[in-house]
Antibody
């Protein structure tokens, strides 16, 4: 069974940093492309970032987070990460780890971790 | 790139059918047969219901079906049931930058 479990969310002040983690199990993590998707309270889904499989050499970001958020992966630990710097109030959201199905679509999601940016 | 456009809400009685539209552009929905649909109950993670416009993952009821014409994709739910009450989001591959564009979301209410 595919499982994605996020952690690392919490309350942080504007301008602060946070590192999210996603522990994957039930599939060969290194073979899959991965994403982070977020959902602000009461709002819709917003794609945040993508990393390619294996070496993770291809990375994309949404314009709204470029230069402030950094995606990475550790295949040996079956883990996906999102380093979040220079956080703003508008970054407040539930952050989901989401697996690509190998054909340009997302098939599995974690349960999400809440990031709140507030003073 | 803007979000795909969906109706904010749709309501119908049990047993009836509804169709949710998802309108994009030639840069996303119109260019790729890579539209997916997700169901999200309150406080829960999204669940894949339709992928590649028309395909259903194993375990998803055949009451759910998808289609596409031009820049607009659609999700049809037949024989509405109480458990179908949820938010629904469409999503399209957008070529890489951004990789995906999501719809604005539709709240489905079963009267």
């Amino acid at each position: 069974e595919v499982q994605l479990v996020e952690s690392g969310g919490g309350l942080v002040q504007p301008g602060g940093s946070l590192r999210l983690s996603c522990a994957a199990s039930g599939f060969t993590f290194s073979s899959y492309e991965m994403n982070w998707v977020r959902q602000a309270p009461g709002k819709g889904l917003e794609w945040v970032s993508y990393i390619s499989s294996r070496s993770g050499s291809t990375i994309y970001y949404a314009d709204s987070v470029k230069g402030r958020l950094t995606i990475s992966r550790d295949n040996a630990k079956n883990s996906l990460y999102l380093q979040m710097d220079s956080l703003r109030a508008e970054d407040t959201a539930v952050y989901y780890c989401a697996r690509d199905n190998g054909n340009y679509q997302i098939d599995y999601w974690g349960q999400g971790t809440l990031v709140t940016v507030s003073s | 790139q803007s979000a795909l456009t969906q109706p904010a809400s749709v309501s119908e009685s049990p047993g009836q059918s509804i169709t949710i539209s998802c309108t994009g552009t030639t840069s996303d929905v119109g260019s790729y047969n890579l539209v997916s649909w997700y169901q999200q109950h309150p406080g829960k993670a999204p669940k894949l219901m339709i992928y590649e416009v028309t395909k259903r993952p194993s375990g998803v009821s055949n009451r759910f079906s998808g289609s596409k014409s031009g820049n607009t994709a659609s999700l049809k739910i037949s024989g509405l049931q109480a458990e179908d009450e949820a938010d629904y989001y469409c999503c399209s591959y957008a070529g890489g930058r951004p990789r995906y564009v999501f719809g604005t979301g539709t709240k489905v209410t079963v009267l």
